[in-house]
């Protein structure tokens, strides 16, 4: 069938949209082949080392949770307290958050090693571990995203021919307030459990701080809105439709303005108890290593502080700015960005600077520094294929924003 034959059958397949799912087929098989060397051959196809065992993938993993947050952060500000203003914003939240989780699952398959055991904390319950419960954490969270989901799959026109399903579908739609409740207790545990997966680790002087799951929580909750945010503008900008009223869009940009701010204001605390009030001389040499063998500063200041909260805060709470959904939807990168960088910092960082205590070991360890080599980039590139592929389906076949907003 030629490409014109094509078009007049289904006329929503642009040309555009077809250099896009060219695109989007590209990035997936670079990461299809990418992943079949890490599976065929294991682990030592990645510059991962015993020293560095986290790295780019554990950064994506991160990064792809905290960017899902807005799942919860929406779904309790609807349910729980009662602002069915932002409803309108829910279904896509939910849908991102979604993404979001099913992505970092996609990462952790090729980081673990043997994937073949992914089922082994379900079975061999190892309580004393902090992964072990953030990993119960995040398949009860996924699971409860996936009910929540369901009155929305329901509604598509394929479902037409099996009305029951539809109608229980609606149902679970009364649960919606419990469901939320149950996401949001589930989400803040294994949001601040993953900070305090690092924040626990004695001989690791840059972690070991109780700050940390505080830290992952406010980043998350600041975030995961701004991402619904920006999406939002964009579609619009592709579709030449608005979605959903623009003040209410001003409304996330401003909250997630305004948890930015509080999270800019704990990091300096964190930052002055670390390297002033309350250092020491593991973390002086720590820090010393980092700033000389890592571009640790320029992720800390240019990356974390100034693209990832300074220039967002601006663009989503000045005036001037918050009124253009193009500054907004810059900020929405912008803070995105900033979580890459953060997550990037926590993890790698933390795992250069060689242990002060090392069992079995009779010298001190030298410094580990680590590049992501092309086979796991290769992943990241099809890993975020799959993201961009699962949110073009989305909002092209799936009732993401129910009621569209007057012009």
């Not at 029951?164 to 409740?181: D, E, F, K, Q, Y």
């Not at 999270?263 to 700033?291: C, E, H, M, N, Q």
């Not at 980039?377 to 007057?406: E, H």
């Amino acid at each position: 069938m030629t490409t014109l034959a094509l078009s007049r059958r289904l006329p929503w397949l642009t040309p555009g949209l077809l250099a896009w799912i060219a695109f989007l087929a590209v990035l997936l098989a670079i990461g299809g082949v990418a992943a079949a060397e890490v599976l065929l051959k294991g682990l030592e196809v990645t510059n991962l080392t015993d020293a560095v065992p986290w790295g780019l993938w554990i950064t994506i993993d991160l990064s792809a949770i905290a960017l899902g947050a807005g799942a919860f952060t929406l779904s309790a500000v609807v349910y729980l307290f009662g602002l069915k203003r932002f409803q309108s914003v829910v279904r896509l939240a939910v849908f991102i958050g979604f993404i979001g989780y099913t992505t970092a699952l996609l990462t952790l398959v090729m980081d673990i090693g043997r994937p073949d055991r992914f089922w082994h904390p379900w079975v061999y319950w190892n309580v004393h571990s902090v992964l072990w419960e953030i990993t119960w954490c995040i398949t009860i969270y996924l699971l409860i995203l996936i009910v929540e989901f369901a009155p929305i799959i329901v509604d598509l026109r394929f479902f037409e021919r099996w009305p029951r399903l539809r109608s229980l579908g609606h149902r679970i739609h009364v649960a919606a307030p419990a469901l939320a409740l149950a996401g949001l207790l589930i989400s803040l545990l294994h949001q601040s459990s993953l900070g305090a997966t690092y924040g626990i680790l004695r001989s690791r002087p840059i972690w070991f701080k109780p700050s940390m799951p505080i830290m992952f929580v406010i980043s998350a909750i600041a975030v995961g809105p701004a991402v619904a945010m920006a999406t939002t503008f964009v579609v619009e900008w592709i579709t030449g439709k608005r979605k959903i009223e623009h003040d209410l869009l001003r409304t996330l940009a401003r909250f997630s303005g305004l948890g930015l701010l509080l999270y800019a204001y704990i990091k300096i605390w964190d930052l002055a108890a670390v390297s002033y009030y309350g250092r020491t001389p593991a973390s002086d040499t720590a820090l010393f290593i980092l700033r000389g063998q890592t571009p640790y500063n320029f992720g800390f200041w240019v990356g974390e502080m100034i693209l990832g909260i300074a220039v967002p805060v601006i663009l989503f709470l000045v005036p001037r700015f918050n009124r253009s959904p193009f500054y907004l939807s810059v900020g929405g990168g912008l803070a995105m960005l900033g979580i890459v960088f953060n997550r990037w910092n926590v993890t790698v960082s933390g795992l250069v600077v060689p242990l002060a205590y090392s069992p079995g070991t009779l010298f001190q360890p030298t410094p580990q520094p680590y590049i992501p080599n092309l086979t796991e980039w290769g992943v990241v590139i099809g890993v975020v294929g799959y993201a961009l592929a699962m949110l073009t389906l989305g909002i092209r076949f799936l009732p993401l924003f129910p009621k569209p907003a007057p012009e």
